[in-house]
């Protein structure tokens, strides 16, 4: 249960973490020191990257979570705040895969044909995606970590 419970914690900061570190410090100075053209190029680089951290975060979630919920004899016998965290958590998980397979393949495209007004057009899209997931997971971790003491 040790293993399970680091690796699910870890997986959860390494993705909550990163949306809250490209939102609040990346996304504002980037906007204001680089040009479109480069500013989109970066970010399609910065989401690649942290993508594929978000996918192996997302294997680790779900396994760990399972695996700590059969332990303890199923999902019949957890508490209310698993039962939310889990139904949030898998609600973040499609968020994230909407972006990654709709605007976040169309912001590549864009990029790669230099479409910047388009290209720029999903990039917003993506950040307004990012908060949404940003403020669920903030609220996962609340609920997951204190749900227990309502």
């Known amino acids: 249960m040790f293993i399970a419970i680091s690796l699910h914690i870890l997986a959860a900061t390494i993705w909550v973490g990163g949306m809250f570190f490209a939102y609040t410090s990346?996304?504002?100075?980037?906007?204001?020191?680089?040009?479109?053209?480069?500013?989109?190029?970066v970010w399609?680089?910065?989401?690649?990257?942290?993508?594929?951290?978000?996918?192996?975060?997302?294997?680790?979630?779900?396994?760990?979570?399972?695996?700590?919920?059969?332990?303890m004899g199923g999902l019949a016998n957890v508490g209310k705040?698993?039962?939310?965290?889990?139904f949030l958590g898998y609600i973040m998980m499609g968020i994230f895969m909407h972006v990654?397979?709709?605007?976040?393949?169309?912001?590549k495209a864009a990029v790669?044909?230099?479409d910047w007004p388009s290209a720029g057009?999903?990039?917003n899209l993506i950040r307004k995606m990012v908060l949404l997931n940003l403020v669920i997971g903030l609220f996962t971790i609340l609920v997951a970590s204190a749900g227990r003491y309502l």
């Open 112 to 114: 790669a044909l230099q």
């Open 26 to 41: 990346l996304r504002p100075v980037a906007a204001a020191v680089l040009e479109p053209p480069l500013r989109l190029t």
């Open 121 to 123: 057009g999903h990039l």
């Open 81 to 86: 705040h698993i039962h939310i965290m889990m």
């Open 100 to 107: 990654y397979f709709a605007p976040f393949k169309r912001l």
């Open 44 to 71: 399609v680089q910065v989401f690649s990257r942290f993508f594929n951290w978000v996918w192996l975060t997302i294997i680790f979630l779900i396994i760990s979570g399972h695996y700590m919920a059969a332990q």
